[in-house]
């Protein structure tokens, strides 16, 4: 992904309160990692002017990074599902979005929204920590016969070990408009605050032992593939 993408993507985020750093209760994210930030895309939801900057990037790069556009869009339960939808319009492509399960009555599909064996499906998903929860999405995709190779995520945490191995043991290439180099980066008057940022500078030069001293996760556990 471009730099200027991931300012852009990095400024909107900050513009819109989705950055929070707390330097006294740790944030315990959904891999059981603990952390002093936390990014809260849903707050982008809300806000027409930034929703649609956001789409209008989510739609720049997957032109620009997909070798061929995806014939599907499939959104991620439940954060995922609104930023596939207006993707899917931007792109023109028909939307289906995938559970974390089986519903377990009526079809019982982990899979809604129609069909979706033997065609290319591009999995959206609002963050992405250490690739866990892709790894359920795109088997339930393939599962119901979708060629799933690509996956978007609005923002990429990229700080805790295993990630890179799991998505790689997946066959999933992930596009991530912003990370948090991109919000270090930012300048003027949506950056963050010098307290913040030291309270993030320090927990990136080491997010294992952070977690572990602020009752998360302690060590790596060998990815699931």
Known sequence: M???????MARLLLEGGAVQISGEQPFILAAGWASPAYVDCRLLIGEPRLRRAAVALAAAAVREALPAMPEIVAGAETAGIP????????????????????????????????????????????????????????RGLRAAGAAVTHGLCLFHHGTFPGGAERLAGLGLSLVALASWRDVLAVRGACALPAAERAVLERFLSDPVAWSAAHGGRAMLERPAL
């Open 2 to 8: 471009t730099e200027r993408t991931g300012a852009s």
């Open 83 to 138: 930023w596939a939808a207006w993707l899917a319009e931007a792109l023109d492509r028909p939307l289906r979005y995938v559970r974390k399960r089986p519903l377990g009555i009526g079809r019982n599909a982990q899979v809604e929204g129609g069909a979706v064996e033997g065609r290319s499906a591009l999995l959206v998903d609002d963050l992405t920590t250490d690739g866990s929860s892709k790894a359920t999405f795109v």
